[in-house]
């Protein structure tokens, strides 16, 4: 029985066990599944179900209902959370770690929020509060602060004491090495501890060169470094290099998929934050100001038709494939923008090879406003009876697919050295472009020849 | 000096020595470089240096050079080898492990791949072969069947020593644990063995409940598992479940990136293999169907728009402000349909949520309809002079956003349901839909109320 299947099937008893109000049962129920798969389950409950079947199991297992809480996601888990007393939540937020403890205190409501803060720091000190002080999206933000180092006095036997004496620390699969003022000096694995005496020195056998980031090093360069070295864990160290925190590559594999998420959502103008059940006023607050953007670039390519009213009014067949122009120019750009977007996000471009790129989307835009511009021009000729203005939706095609492609490339990586992020701006640049230019082309030289249109 | 800058300074500097013929001394700069750093300056190098300068570095340092060229993907792998013969070939292959042996095997041209593989397969028995021999994108494609694993006969203290005496092998974090017949029963962390005494079987401290995949699951699954359960690798089991492979975290990061690349490309009509790089001929070969599905689509557009060239033959203003209709319903269509994608994707979306999200989208477009309507109907009413043209105007996209919002969701709901991927073909059903329905309503609306809007 796959995954998938299982979970189906626990999701109809949860939401059997809550309709029979069966208490017991649902517990139990509950409390033999993973975190993961629970977060999944509440996902799929309606949100009165969602929110009774946490509260159920939060009285009987904390742990695991927490645990499950913020497996869905901080925002989600907060609203699970936010109906109860700030006592209450700074006492259930202890089930976690302190890197998704500020996550979730970071999208309670502000009163709460700051109450919850305060009752946090007076109990656990604040590892938590002074998580939330590194700016969002950093390495400081992401890390787990409860990171297992040993000193570089030890030996490799009081290190494995030291090890089995530990708990509750996050990967204890790589051993940092601080001297006597929390500096980072080496790393050691697990499995070298096996392989020497335990009398040797934890000096001599640890790796000195270690790969570190900063607490201030944005958390889509720390993804980078742990995807692209194949590490397990980086350690983060503050300005002085002390160690103050680890960031384990499952949080790693959270924010390559959030940044994916972010690529994709920015080139459609939706913001990188937006779920789909986000609430639906929530949702028409962050898309609209993109759409508005899109409606004045629109009304610019309006006014660009508006200048050739006379000759759509003699030929009204303009009128009809003016939209093809625009919108294959419109796809052609899509196409490029999205492979330079990507490219320019895993690395591959760089200033070097910019020419390059220009050269083949200038050649690939060529080819396909010629093979789309040919089709077209018959498409035309046929429905219309007149070749002329085939030839003439050809030859705009050919100019908008053209200029879509250059644009496609240039724009993404002009907006790139202007330090702006070339996913989020880039398609309404380019929408415009084409627009424009579409109209500008087909219209213009529609009314060039516009005697040879006429025979219609 | 940060990753980045300093990886700037290693590609001028081997430019200048390549370009010197300094070779002794590029060999040095090379050898000092991680696998994953090399692999970034081979990319920045035009293909004329980056043969040479792998070409310098396998002959000294074979392994590093191996291990860059497989950093730079299989592509580019087989690419910088195909000028070699198959004994060559088959003989620096040696230094990489099976699974990306096979990919790159993969990507020779064909006559040399068939020779490879048999050369492959006569030194070092059949991995790489029976690797070849799993569907692309599953699991036993991607695993590395070089696994460690021991017997549950043994004690504690010989599995440290097995451990101790292994060489070369991936992910030695969780031990698998095997019966006589290979069969995967258990698992056991390499930090529990460091807890309990060396007399212990292992048979009593193993987890019995092993997390495992098929060689025949999805790669998209496989690193859906991985990364809700937090681990760090997960045994691949044959139909007896017996293991045959692992595949270890960092695997699953490639896949989750290619996943995520292939999500966006296709929303933007790219196939899914494309770079920034692949020739202008084959880039062209494949964008070209999807513009020509789009042109035909565009076409039906026009056809609409032709039905009533009558009335904008009466009213030319009517085209001028058409194509705003028409473009604003894309663009609501594409943020729902980007949002509802990436949520079918990160498995947020199940049938039973549906309704809930259909409802939401409906109001977000109903909002987004109102707010874009009215404004558009001021400005054109401003551009033309005429408030009937404005209040059309309005209405169309009212109706249009709220079509693109409903369709944004059902389609690619109706697309998974029918197990097409949502998002290869929605864009495609999505903008023919809000050209038609954006064409029809305004211009529908246009011919109903001709005699208000004539007074221009």
Same mark, same amino acid.
Not at 167 to 172: A, C, G, H, I, L
């Given at each position: 029985m796959g995954v998938q299947r299982k979970l189906d099937v626990v999701l109809d008893s949860v939401k059997r066990l809550l309709r029979m109000g069966a208490t017991a049962n649902l517990v139990n129920l509950l409390q033999k599944q993973h975190p993961a798969d629970l977060a999944q389950v509440f996902s799929d409950l309606v949100e009165r179900d969602r929110q009774a079947a946490f509260d159920v199991l939060v009285e009987r297992n904390t742990r695991l209902a927490m645990e499950a809480a913020s497996e869905l996601g901080p925002e989600a888990a907060a609203h699970l959370l936010s109906d109860r007393s700030a006592e209450d939540i700074a006492h259930l937020l202890q089930e976690l770690e302190s890197d998704d403890q500020a996550a979730i205190v970071d999208y309670l409501p502000d009163d709460l929020s700051s109450a919850v803060r305060d009752l946090i720091r007076k109990k656990e000190g604040d590892d938590v509060d002074s998580l939330l002080e590194? +700016? %969002?999206? @950093?390495a400081g933000r992401i890390m787990n602060p409860n990171v297992f180092a040993l000193s570089e006095d030890l030996t490799v036997g009081e290190s494995i004491a030291a090890l089995q004496s530990a &708990? #509750? /620390? %996050?990967?204890?699969f790589y051993l940092y090495v601080m001297d006597g003022r929390r500096h980072l000096v080496g790393v050691v694995s697990l499995r070298r501890l096996l392989? /020497?005496? !335990? %009398? @040797? !020195?934890l000096k001599r056998i640890m790796t000195a060169d270690v790969m570190s980031v900063r607490v201030e090093t944005d958390q889509e360069e720390v993804a980078r470094m742990v995807a692209s070295y194949n590490l397990l864990a980086i350690p983060v160290v503050d300005e002085e290099n002390k160690l103050v925190g680890i960031i384990t590559v499952d949080d790693v594999i959270d924010v390559i998929k959030d940044e994916a998420t972010e690529d994709l959502y920015r080139l459609a103008g939706? +913001?990188? #934050? %937006? &779920? /789909?059940? @986000?609430p639906a006023g929530e949702s028409l607050k962050k898309r609209l100001p993109w759409l508005v953007v899109n409606l004045a670039t629109a009304f610019l390519a309006a006014s660009v038709v508006k200048l050739f009213e006379g000759t759509i009014s003699q030929v009204t067949a303009l009128a009809v494939f003016m939209p093809i122009v625009a919108g294959m120019g419109g796809n052609a750009a899509t196409q490029t923008l999205t492979v330079i977007v990507r490219g320019i996000a895993l690395g591959e471009l760089s200033w070097s090879n910019t020419k390059k790129a220009l050269l083949k989307e200038a050649l690939v835009g060529l080819g396909n406003g010629l093979a789309c511009g040919t089709i077209a021009a018959f498409g035309a000729w046929a429905l219309q009876g007149n070749p002329a203005l085939g030839a003439v939706l050809a030859l705009a095609m050919i100019i908008n697919m053209f200029v879509a492609a250059t644009a496609g490339t240039l724009i993404p990586l002009a907006l790139r050295a202007l330090k702006i992020d070339p996913a989020l701006a880039s398609s309404v640049f380019i929408t415009t472009l084409t627009d424009v230019f579409g109209f500008l082309s087909f219209l213009g030289l529609g009314t060039v020849f516009l005697r040879y249109l006429h025979v219609v």
């Open positions: 590194y +700016a %969002e999206q @950093t &708990r #509750d /620390v %996050e990967m204890v392989l /020497v005496s !335990p %009398e @040797t !020195p939706v +913001a990188g #934050d %937006e &779920r /789909v059940f @986000t």
